[in-house]
């Protein structure tokens, strides 16, 4: 099956920094999604980005679906931004509904 | 619109019993699949039902089964349960399947402990 790697696996920022998460995926793919985790446990959707680049207010994240890899840009960090940071992919055809997670980014923001 | 919703949120049960999670989609949603989060092994697929039908399974013993109503609602089942099934248990909603899946939501998860 697909694999999923994520880096960096724990990330420590000061408020108002910025990063950036990098998921390395080993096939093609049609599905691409970058989620954050909160404390209950609820995955949150943060992009549906299969290629291409989106952004929504200071998140960004660019799929280069041909090379295999996602980046997830958080500018201006705020320690809301704090917890676990997902890649999950689906393969092509039937697959593609099939998510396989990366291990995630632990970041954490401090004042 | 609602969410996904997933019931019961946390339960405990012993060694040996067995356990049904339910999870209602995304009103429209068709898809529903439901994934095991642990510690040590991450995120897993468990499996996906489109039109009352598996299409997608996981890599999970038999006593991890699952179905789908009518009306898209889905439930799990976990039968002779062992201490290594303690979890998080996720539910996902998506319009279409396969190719023509698209984005998958979320519920908030059904926390197990077995004891």
């Known amino acids: 099956g697909i694999q999923v790697e994520q880096s960096p696996p724990d990330l420590i920022l000061q408020e108002g920094a910025n990063s950036t998460l990098r998921c390395n995926f080993s096939d093609s793919v049609n599905n691409l999604q970058w989620f954050h985790q909160n404390p209950w446990g609820q995955l949150i959707n943060l992009f549906y980005?299969?290629?291409g680049t989106k952004q929504n207010g200071r998140l960004s994240a660019t799929t280069v679906a041909t090379e295999r890899y996602s980046l997830l840009y958080i500018s201006s960090s705020q320690t809301t931004d704090s917890g676990v940071y997902f890649c999950?992919?689906?393969?092509?055809?039937?697959?593609?509904?099939?998510?396989?997670f990366g291990t995630g980014t632990r970041l954490q923001v401090t004042l | 619109k609602a969410g996904v919703t997933q019931t019961p949120r946390y339960l405990i049960k012993t060694r040996g019993q067995q356990v049904t999670l339910s999870c209602s989609p995304i009103?429209?949603?068709?898809?529903v699949s439901w994934y095991q989060q642990t510690p040590g092994q991450g995120l897993q697929f468990l499996f996906e039902y489109f039109s009352e039908t598996q299409r997608n399974k996981g890599n999970f013993p038999g006593r991890f089964s699952g179905r789908q109503f009518s009306n898209s609602r889905s439930e799990m089942n976990v039968s002779t349960l062992e201490l290594g099934d303690s979890a998080l248990y996720l539910c996902?909603?998506?319009?279409?399947?396969?190719?023509?899946?698209?984005?998958?939501?979320f519920g908030e998860g059904s926390r197990l402990t077995v004891l």
């Open positions: 009103s429209g949603h068709r898809s």
């Open positions: 996902a909603s998506s319009y279409g399947q396969g190719a023509l899946t698209g984005e998958l939501f």
């Open positions: 999950a992919v689906g393969g092509l055809g039937g697959t593609a509904s099939k998510l396989t």
């Open positions: 980005i299969p290629s």
